[in-house]
Protein backbone atom coordinates (compact mmCIF):
# COMPACT_ATOMS: atom_id res chain seq x y z
CA UNK A 1 0.00 0.00 0.00
CA UNK A 2 1.18 3.51 -1.03
CA UNK A 3 0.72 6.25 2.22
CA UNK A 4 1.74 10.03 1.58
CA UNK A 5 2.27 11.50 5.44
CA UNK A 6 1.65 14.73 5.84
CA UNK A 7 1.34 17.61 9.26
CA UNK A 8 1.25 20.67 10.45
CA UNK A 9 -1.27 22.08 7.39
CA UNK A 10 -2.51 25.17 9.60
CA UNK A 11 -5.29 26.42 8.08
CA UNK A 12 -3.66 27.13 4.72
CA UNK A 13 -5.91 26.61 1.62
CA UNK A 14 -3.17 26.92 -0.74
CA UNK A 15 -1.04 24.36 0.55
CA UNK A 16 -3.62 22.06 1.31
CA UNK A 17 -4.67 22.14 -2.32
CA UNK A 18 -1.07 21.55 -3.02
CA UNK A 19 -1.21 18.87 -1.11
CA UNK A 20 -4.27 17.11 -2.39
CA UNK A 21 -2.87 17.39 -5.63
CA UNK A 22 0.24 15.80 -4.65
CA UNK A 23 -1.71 12.98 -3.26
CA UNK A 24 -3.55 12.51 -6.77
CA UNK A 25 -0.43 12.42 -8.97
CA UNK A 26 1.04 10.12 -6.07
CA UNK A 27 -1.82 7.70 -6.83
CA UNK A 28 -1.44 6.76 -3.01
CA UNK A 29 -4.09 4.90 -1.37
CA UNK A 30 -4.28 6.56 2.26
CA UNK A 31 -3.25 9.93 3.53
CA UNK A 32 -2.17 9.89 6.97
CA UNK A 33 -2.54 13.30 8.98
CA UNK A 34 0.10 13.74 12.05
CA UNK A 35 -2.42 16.66 13.52
CA UNK A 36 -2.63 20.29 13.32
CA UNK A 37 -4.93 20.63 10.72
CA UNK A 38 -7.17 24.05 10.41
CA UNK A 39 -5.57 26.65 12.90
CA UNK A 40 -2.03 28.15 13.31
CA UNK A 41 -1.47 28.44 16.56
CA UNK A 42 -0.16 31.20 19.12
CA UNK A 43 3.47 30.57 18.36
CA UNK A 44 3.10 30.56 14.39
CA UNK A 45 2.21 33.39 12.04
CA UNK A 46 -0.47 32.88 9.92
CA UNK A 47 -0.20 30.89 7.06
CA UNK A 48 -0.34 31.89 2.92
CA UNK A 49 -3.76 31.88 2.21
CA UNK A 50 -5.17 31.04 6.35
CA UNK A 51 -8.93 29.69 4.98
CA UNK A 52 -9.30 26.86 7.50
CA UNK A 53 -13.25 26.47 5.59
CA UNK A 54 -12.27 25.49 2.65
CA UNK A 55 -9.41 23.22 3.95
CA UNK A 56 -12.13 21.57 5.64
CA UNK A 57 -13.81 21.36 2.29
CA UNK A 58 -10.75 19.89 0.66
CA UNK A 59 -10.16 17.29 3.75
CA UNK A 60 -13.43 16.40 3.48
CA UNK A 61 -13.72 15.04 0.10
CA UNK A 62 -11.02 12.39 1.01
CA UNK A 63 -12.42 11.18 4.03
CA UNK A 64 -12.50 7.63 3.29
CA UNK A 65 -9.03 7.89 2.44
CA UNK A 66 -7.56 10.25 5.51
CA UNK A 67 -6.08 8.46 8.84
CA UNK A 68 -5.42 11.47 11.29
CA UNK A 69 -4.15 11.72 14.89
CA UNK A 70 -5.00 14.89 17.01
CA UNK A 71 -2.56 17.58 16.98
CA UNK A 72 -1.92 20.35 19.78
CA UNK A 73 -4.02 22.58 17.56
CA UNK A 74 -6.84 20.26 17.60
CA UNK A 75 -10.05 20.81 19.40
CA UNK A 76 -13.33 18.71 20.02
CA UNK A 77 -15.22 21.39 17.66
CA UNK A 78 -12.68 20.23 14.71
CA UNK A 79 -14.27 17.06 14.86
CA UNK A 80 -17.99 18.80 14.25
CA UNK A 81 -16.59 19.97 10.85
CA UNK A 82 -14.42 17.05 9.55
CA UNK A 83 -16.00 13.89 8.47
CA UNK A 84 -13.39 11.77 9.53
CA UNK A 85 -11.82 10.98 13.19
CA UNK A 86 -9.51 13.71 14.44
CA UNK A 87 -9.35 13.30 18.00
CA UNK A 88 -7.41 9.85 18.35
CA UNK A 89 -3.83 10.47 20.19
CA UNK A 90 -1.64 8.00 18.74
CA UNK A 91 -2.31 5.41 15.50
CA UNK A 92 -0.44 2.66 15.47
CA UNK A 93 1.01 0.99 11.73
CA UNK A 94 2.30 -2.90 11.55
CA UNK A 95 5.40 -3.04 9.01
CA UNK A 96 6.57 -6.68 8.92
CA UNK A 97 9.45 -6.80 11.73
CA UNK A 98 8.56 -3.67 13.90
CA UNK A 99 5.74 -0.77 14.71
CA UNK A 100 5.28 2.53 13.14
CA UNK A 101 3.90 4.75 16.16
CA UNK A 102 1.95 7.62 14.39
CA UNK A 103 1.61 11.04 16.85
CA UNK A 104 1.67 14.38 15.90
CA UNK A 105 4.76 14.99 18.53
CA UNK A 106 4.00 17.22 21.57
CA UNK A 107 3.18 13.79 23.83
CA UNK A 108 5.15 11.67 22.49
CA UNK A 109 8.69 12.42 21.39
CA UNK A 110 11.97 11.47 21.08
CA UNK A 111 12.42 13.18 24.93
CA UNK A 112 9.01 11.55 26.05
CA UNK A 113 9.02 8.30 23.63
CA UNK A 114 6.16 6.25 23.87
CA UNK A 115 6.87 2.30 24.43
CA UNK A 116 8.92 1.32 21.49
CA UNK A 117 10.56 -2.02 20.98
CA UNK A 118 13.64 -2.29 19.42
CA UNK A 119 14.10 -1.09 15.55
CA UNK A 120 10.42 0.48 16.24
CA UNK A 121 9.65 4.25 14.43
CA UNK A 122 8.32 6.98 16.02
CA UNK A 123 6.82 8.85 13.05
CA UNK A 124 5.37 12.85 14.46
CA UNK A 125 5.05 16.16 12.57
CA UNK A 126 4.97 19.35 15.54
CA UNK A 127 8.17 20.44 14.63
CA UNK A 128 7.87 21.70 11.28
CA UNK A 129 11.74 20.27 10.57
CA UNK A 130 11.72 17.18 8.13
CA UNK A 131 14.21 14.27 10.23
CA UNK A 132 15.38 10.62 9.84
CA UNK A 133 17.18 9.84 12.72
CA UNK A 134 17.84 7.33 15.05
CA UNK A 135 17.52 7.42 19.01
CA UNK A 136 16.82 5.12 21.75
CA UNK A 137 17.47 1.21 21.16
CA UNK A 138 18.26 1.11 17.77
CA UNK A 139 14.96 2.80 16.94
CA UNK A 140 14.40 5.96 14.07
CA UNK A 141 12.26 8.97 14.49
CA UNK A 142 10.99 10.23 11.31
CA UNK A 143 9.06 13.72 10.68
CA UNK A 144 7.40 15.09 7.43
CA UNK A 145 8.07 18.48 7.89
CA UNK A 146 5.03 21.14 7.60
CA UNK A 147 2.85 21.22 4.54
CA UNK A 148 2.21 25.22 5.29
CA UNK A 149 4.89 26.58 7.81
CA UNK A 150 8.61 24.61 7.77
CA UNK A 151 11.11 25.92 9.81
CA UNK A 152 14.71 26.05 9.83
CA UNK A 153 14.85 26.34 6.00
CA UNK A 154 13.24 23.35 5.49
CA UNK A 155 10.74 22.93 1.88
CA UNK A 156 7.25 22.12 1.93
CA UNK A 157 7.34 18.62 2.43
CA UNK A 158 5.22 15.19 2.80
CA UNK A 159 6.71 11.16 3.06
CA UNK A 160 5.61 8.99 0.50
CA UNK A 161 5.70 5.49 2.28
CA UNK A 162 5.49 2.25 -0.27
CA UNK A 163 7.51 -0.46 -0.16
CA UNK A 164 9.34 -0.35 3.21
CA UNK A 165 11.07 2.86 1.56
CA UNK A 166 10.46 6.48 2.93
CA UNK A 167 10.47 9.28 0.62
CA UNK A 168 10.83 12.99 1.63
CA UNK A 169 9.42 15.19 -0.84
CA UNK A 170 9.55 18.77 -2.01
CA UNK A 171 6.33 20.10 -2.32
CA UNK A 172 6.88 22.78 -4.84
CA UNK A 173 9.48 21.43 -6.63
CA UNK A 174 7.89 17.85 -6.68
CA UNK A 175 11.05 15.77 -6.20
CA UNK A 176 12.58 13.27 -3.59
CA UNK A 177 15.07 14.91 -1.36
CA UNK A 178 15.78 12.32 1.19
CA UNK A 179 15.33 8.61 1.59
CA UNK A 180 15.64 6.02 3.50
CA UNK A 181 14.71 2.20 3.17
CA UNK A 182 14.28 -0.57 5.85
CA UNK A 183 15.88 -3.94 5.28
CA UNK A 184 14.12 -7.13 6.20
CA UNK A 185 16.28 -7.40 9.46
CA UNK A 186 14.92 -4.61 11.55
CA UNK A 187 17.84 -2.53 9.73
CA UNK A 188 17.76 0.86 7.41
CA UNK A 189 19.06 2.36 4.72
CA UNK A 190 19.53 6.41 4.55
CA UNK A 191 20.25 7.34 0.99
Known amino acids: MKFLIASDLHGSAKWTRKLMEAYDKEKAERLILLGDLL ?19 LLNEKKEQILCVRGNCEAEVDQMVLDFPVLADYALLPEKDRLIFMTHGHHFNTKTPPPLKKGDILLHGHTHIPAWEEFGKENLYLNPGSVSIP ?3 SPHSYIIFESRSFNWKDLEREETYHSLHLSEKSEYKIR
Do not use: F, Q, T
Open 39 to 57: YHGPRNDLPEDYAPKEVIS
Open 151 to 153: KEG
